[in-house]
């Protein structure tokens, strides 16, 4: 398997010999390293992390030689995490926006767009455009005409709030 490789590359596994076919050999202790290893990946720990907390196991014999290094990793990963679920949440609640707003979309007799939906009642009162509803808009309004647009979109379907401007410009993690 290619994944067991590609750690027993990293140094997170080893084996400890091969059979005559060429298949390599685990102790029980590496397959429960393996599967530890599996479980924190889906958890989103990325594997440099995964390396760290093991490299800094290995490094002490003693709680107290350990564990400050293993809670900075452990810190570190939950920042992460703390951050992907504040944006999950935003999400959460641009989604449940969209959903209400959408609920009068589905009376309204008009083509959605830049040119009509910011004068929409649902989002007049608004202080912000959720940003699914953003994107219903901005995608209907590549296929209004060019006559018929009035120009850029409002102000008020242009605002987006302060964690959806920070999720649309964050980089993709390159962490793994």
């Known amino acids: 398997m290619r994944t067991i490789r590609y750690y ?9 010999g ?3 076919g060429g298949f390599r050999l685990y102790e029980e202790e590496e397959l429960r390293k393996l599967h530890l290893i599996r479980s924190l990946q889906v958890l989103d720990m990325p594997l440099a992390q995964v390396k760290a907390f093991f ?8 709680g107290a030689e350990i564990a400050p290094a293993l ?10 995490m703390e951050q992907r679920i504040a944006q999950y949440r935003a ?13 009068t979309c589905a009376q309204c ?3 959605p767009g830049p040119s009509v939906c910011p004068s929409c009642p649902a989002l007049v009162g608004r202080v912000m455009v959720p ?10 309004g590549r296929t209004e005409d060019a006559t018929k647009t009035e120009g850029a979109p409002s102000e008020r379907s242009a605002r987006v709030s302060r964690e959806e401007r920070e999720h ?9």
């Open 8 to 16: 027993e590359e990293r140094g997170l596994i080893e084996p400890v």
């Open 18 to 20: 091969r059979t005559k």
């Open 55 to 62: 490299d800094e196991r290995q490094r002490g014999r003693t």
């Open 71 to 80: 809670r900075s990793v452990l810190q570190e990963h939950l920042r992460v």
């Open 91 to 103: 999400m959460q609640d641009s989604i449940r926006d969209t959903m209400e707003i959408l609920t």
């Open 109 to 111: 007799p008009h083509e």
């Open 131 to 140: 940003l699914h509803m953003q994107a219903v808009i901005e995608a209907a």
């Open 168 to 176: 649309l410009t964050q980089e993709p993690s390159q962490e793994g």
